[in-house]
């Protein structure tokens, strides 16, 4: 699909050179939302990494004179009911967080991918098979699926990976095997087969590296969601018992002090919050720079 | 016309018997042993667990345990909770109409905002209504659902005293947590009809349209959203779904009775008979809303009726 040209393209595209200093006008305004999201990820990036550099307290120091304080200059986000520093506990919190995000990510990326590759590139009944029984899979709402495999599994960062992870397969296998069932029938496929390529490597060189974007862009917007499935998970009491909590956790430690200390649920949940929307900022601009459609619109 | 509706319920049928037997795999496959739920491991002889898995019949080979489950639930027996030995059936029953509730509330939230937003979006395009209508559609899918049901009772419960932070009586409790979740379906809707519109505008039988002389207004609401609403019904479809899984989320934020509550307490306590009789019921529920909706296509798109 990507390299169709229709008619329609062809006249947008001649088209849109007359409208070429408007756009450029409209793409530089769509770019601060682009800047402003790459800013936030880096930071929060930067958080995890490094949480040492940024934290001016340590996130398990409890400031016994300071207990419950609302924010202020020596306390960002303010102190909890042990006197811990809420913003150096979210600078450190970030680990797990974005831990339980990209690893479930890539766990679920990498065995969704498999599927959906095997099941397209096999066709036949393999595919059928396959198929069948993701969608079974689809049909049971991914929360509840992580649930019931974080609920079996007890409690634990590894086992709200593979909560996640499992619940993203079904995602990842439908949309590699559609992208792979519709490079398999391409032209240079068929080239390919016609010199005596053996069908790995036809697989290996040409179907899978041709195959592969849709899935990074799906990847790159599934840390987001695999970020609000994880720290649902730890708000509802499946999450890390750690010294150091991860964002949902800390959120629903501070639940129970809503009517005294807004800030100890606020602030987790403006984190997990940013990191989601400039995530999914970022995953719109990827998507749409795949759909030849958008792009010749600009 | 009949024979559709016959293929599309026999496969309806078979993704229910395939989510039934998933279910159950799953949770037989996962390490953990339910007499634990029952009996201090601490205290209990081996005799005693032996004793009480023969009784549970966990001793027996996936088959015959499937088999037996299988054939309880045909007869609408989907076994006892392990804690109190209450039915998990009934436990589902009574307090579904709770989540009924909530479920269709949030929906109407989100297909109300979700379309609204949405066309006007599309419609006055780069305008404020536009940047509004994005940022919203952007929160609503960025947002976890336990941070803006707090945000809400903070402000509009704790703050103003509008509406009761938690409970499940009365309507009044319903507006903050329908609220929270139908906003992340809002946000999809929101994105999901701007696009398709942007999309039909652009199509030449819209400026066929116009160039006949047609008003704005006829072109706009008559043709392009009529067009727009069909990818948009398939993901309201979805969503119902998606809702009905997040209120195990909401339903614990606001301490409102419903299945999400009993399963949030049943892994707690991993009383497994009633995490599995709460995910095959919502797949079910899920499943049930998907076949009406596809089904619903053949009355809105005259395309798909003529083909069948």
């Known amino acids: 699909m990507r390299e169709a040209v229709t008619a329609s393209t062809v006249w947008r595209r001649g088209g849109s050179r007359r409208l070429f200093t408007f756009r450029l006008r409209r793409l530089a305004a769509a770019d601060s939302f682009l800047i402003g999201a790459g800013i936030i990820i880096a930071f ?57 995000g990209f690893a479930s990510v890539i766990v679920g990326g990498l065995a969704g991918g498999a599927i ?57 296998a439908r949309i590699m095997r559609a992208q792979i069932i ?18 790995f490597h036809i697989f290996w060189k040409h179907v899978l590296p041709n195959a592969l974007s849709p899935l990074l862009v799906m990847a ?29 956790t800390l959120l629903s430690q501070g639940r129970g002090y809503l009517t005294v200390a807004w800030w100890i649920c ?12 400039a995530v999914n900022i970022i995953g719109d601009r990827m998507r749409d720079r795949l759909d030849p459609k958008k792009n010749a619109k600009g | 016309m009949a024979g559709v509706l016959a293929r599309r319920l026999f496969s309806s049928v078979l993704v229910i018997v395939g989510s039934l037997i998933l279910v159950f795999a799953i949770l037989y496959v996962l390490p953990g042993d339910p007499t634990d739920t029952i009996v201090d491991p601490s205290i209990a002889t081996p005799e005693m667990v032996a004793n009480l898995r023969h009784q549970l019949g966990v001793d027996q080979p996936f088959y015959i345990q499937f088999a037996r489950y299988f054939s309880h639930m045909l007869r609408g027996d989907f076994g006892q909770s392990l ?88 309507w009044r409790t319903l507006v903050l947590p329908a609220i929270a979740l139908g906003l992340v379906g809002a946000g999809f809707i929101v994105r999901m009809v701007r696009s398709s519109m942007l999309d039909i505008i652009d199509e030449h039988f819209i400026l066929t349209l116009r160039s006949k002389g047609l008003t704005e207004r006829a072109v706009m609401y008559k043709h392009a959203l009529r067009n727009a609403l069909i990818p948009a019904i398939t993901m309201i479809g979805m969503l119902v779904g998606e809702m009905l899984a997040g209120t195990v989320v909401i339903e614990t934020v606001f301490s409102r009775q419903g299945i999400g509550r009993i399963i949030a307490d049943a892994l707690m306590a991993k009383d497994l008979p009633v995490v599995q009789g709460v995910i095959f019921f919502s797949a079910f529920v899920y499943v049930i809303v998907n076949t009406l909706v596809d089904l619903s296509y053949t009355f809105i798109d005259p395309r798909v009726r003529r083909s069948t």
């Open chain 1, 266 to 277: 606020t602030f987790p949940g403006l984190a997990i919050t940013l990191f989601v929307l």
């Open chain 1, 220 to 248: 790159a917007i599934g840390v987001g969601t695999a970020i609000l499935t994880g720290s649902g998970l730890s708000f509802l009491g499946l999450g890390v018992l750690r010294e150091i909590p991860d964002w949902g």
């Open chain 1, 182 to 199: 519709s490079i398999k029938g391409r032209t240079f496929i068929a080239a390919s087969r016609s010199v005596g390529a053996t069908p």
């Open chain 1, 44 to 100: 929060i990036i930067a958080c995890a990494l490094v949480p040492s550099l940024i934290a001016p307290y340590s996130p398990t120091a409890m400031l016994t004179d300071s207990i419950m304080q609302a924010p202020s200059s020596a306390h960002l986000f303010g102190t909890d009911y042990f006197g811990r520093d809420i913003f150096s506990v979210v600078v450190y919190g970030s680990r797990d967080s974005l831990f339980i």
């Open chain 2, 83 to 170: 804690m109190n030995s209450e039915s998990v059936l009934g436990k589902i029953l009574d307090s579904f109409p709770a989540t009924l509730a909530l479920t269709a509330a949030s929906s109407f939230v989100a297909v109300t905002v979700g379309l609204v937003l949405g066309v006007l979006s599309a419609i006055h395009r780069n305008r404020p209504i536009d940047l509004i209508a994005r940022v919203v559609g952007l929160f609503g899918i960025s947002m976890p659902t336990f941070w803006s049901g707090i945000l809400l009772i903070v402000l509009l419960s704790l703050k103003l005293g509008w509406f009761p932070a938690m409970g499940s009586d009365g």
């Open chain 1, 116 to 172: 959906g590759a095997i099941a397209g590139y096999a066709g036949g009944w393999v595919d059928s098979l396959l198929m069948r029984c993701n969608d079974i899979l689809m049909t049971i709402p991914g929360i509840l699926l992580a649930l019931a495999i974080a609920g079996a599994l007890g409690k634990g960062l590894f086992n709200i990976v593979l909560a996640v992870a499992v619940s993203s397969i079904p995602g990842y």
